[in-house]
């Protein structure tokens, strides 16, 4: 257990359907982010919030919309997906994001979701 | 478009050998560098970080930097099968931008 928790663990969903990706991190983090791990591909970088402002959005299309209440909540809400948006959705936690100091991130167990 | 290069492998070493994972990247701003496992069907988990040119070691685990040749790496001494994984190699530039490479797979035979 890394301190960071996500839910569902697995999600299948229609292309019509909405749905939210809910992650809690227990560590007194500061940053949290949302990743996207597809088959042979690297990790990608969806969004990242610091001290709950969003300070990185990696050109994400608009179906996919985060939402941080607060540094230990992050969600990611889903709405009207492709089949290809099928992958591991990761969320990490870490201190407080910043290059230099050694900010190590720290991943939930991640949500598998697969789009019909 | 900055990217972090890894051979995806896989990696196939006897159990007891040295297996040595490699890694090239391409902003020249980056400032630190992180190894992470991922076992199939789990998250990543931290290995290791560099943030210095030079050996870091950490048990059976060292992680080279050289920030001249822009090249990281990893080393997995005394390899065991529990060591079979993807290992992840990760960079991160000014602000909060961490760009991993595609991974390479280790196979530590019995």
């Known amino acids: 257990e890394t301190g960071v928790t996500q839910t569902p663990r697995h999600l299948v969903m229609g292309m019509t359907n909405k749905k939210s990706l809910k992650c809690e991190q227990h560590?007194?983090?500061?940053?949290m982010y949302w990743y996207k791990q597809s088959a042979k591909k690297p990790l990608e970088l969806m969004f990242v919030?610091?001290?709950?402002?969003?300070?990185e959005n990696n050109s994400v299309p608009s179906r996919f919309s985060p939402e941080c209440p607060n540094s230990s909540h992050l969600f990611l809400h889903l709405h009207t997906l492709q089949p290809e948006d099928s992958a591991l959705y990761l969320c990490a936690s870490s201190h407080d994001g910043l290059a230099g100091t050694g900010d190590t991130q720290y991943f939930g167990p991640g949500t598998r979701l697969t789009v019909l | 478009q900055k990217e972090v290069e890894q051979n995806s492998g896989p990696l196939s070493v006897p159990e007891g050998a040295i297996a040595s994972l490699n890694c090239t990247y391409s902003?020249?701003?980056?400032?630190?560098f992180f190894w992470y496992r991922q076992y199939s069907g789990k998250s990543p988990e931290l290995i290791m970080s560099i943030y210095s040119n030079g050996d870091k070691e950490d048990g059976r685990f060292t992680a080279q930097l050289n920030k001249a040749s822009q090249y990281v790496s990893l080393l997995i001494r005394d390899s065991q099968p529990s060591d079979s994984a993807t290992y992840l190699c990760a960079s991160l530039t000014g602000g909060f931008k961490t760009i991993f490479g595609a991974g390479t797979r280790l196979f530590v035979k019995a």
């Open positions: 919030y610091n001290f709950k402002e969003q300070t």
């Open positions: 560590l007194g983090h500061n940053a």
């Open positions: 902003d020249r701003g980056s400032q630190s």
